[in-house]
């Protein structure tokens, strides 16, 4: 099993950044991949970001192409979510994810924390 744990996040106006953490423990030798997913008020979650742990290769959804960046520090098994120019429909609560070799979907989640974007 793996545990992620999230920090970060709160209120902040648009325009701003926030970064968010998430710290892996457990079978961390298991991932593939770790990243971002979000969900907004009365919406389905959506994917935001992963990082390969392997090459540290990045994918990203377009809404946040040249906004968001997505980096990982591998000794401390921890992934990071660097969110700049943030704007109202950024608001959601965002999970951490990671994803097992040989799956195509997470196999794991944060509790998911907080960011609202305040116009």
């Known amino acids: 099993q793996v545990q992620l744990v999230e920090s970060g996040g709160g209120l902040v106006q648009a325009g701003g950044s926030v970064r968010l953490s998430c710290a892996a423990s457990?079978?961390?030798?298991?991932?593939?991949?770790m990243g971002w997913f979000r969900q907004a008020p009365g919406k389905e979650r959506e994917f935001v970001a992963w990082?390969?742990?392997?090459?540290?290769?990045?994918s990203y959804a377009d809404s946040v192409k040249g906004r968001f960046t997505i980096s990982r520090d591998n000794a401390a098994n921890t992934v990071y979510l660097q969110m700049d120019n943030l704007k109202s429909e950024d608001t959601a609560v965002y999970y951490c994810?990671?994803?097992?070799?040989?799956?195509?979907?997470?196999?794991?989640w944060g509790q998911g924390t907080l960011v609202t974007v305040s116009s």
């Open positions: 994810a990671a994803r097992e070799y040989g799956s195509s979907t997470p196999n794991y």
């Open positions: 457990g079978r961390t030798f298991s991932l593939n991949a």
């Open positions: 990082i390969r742990g392997s090459g540290g290769s990045t």
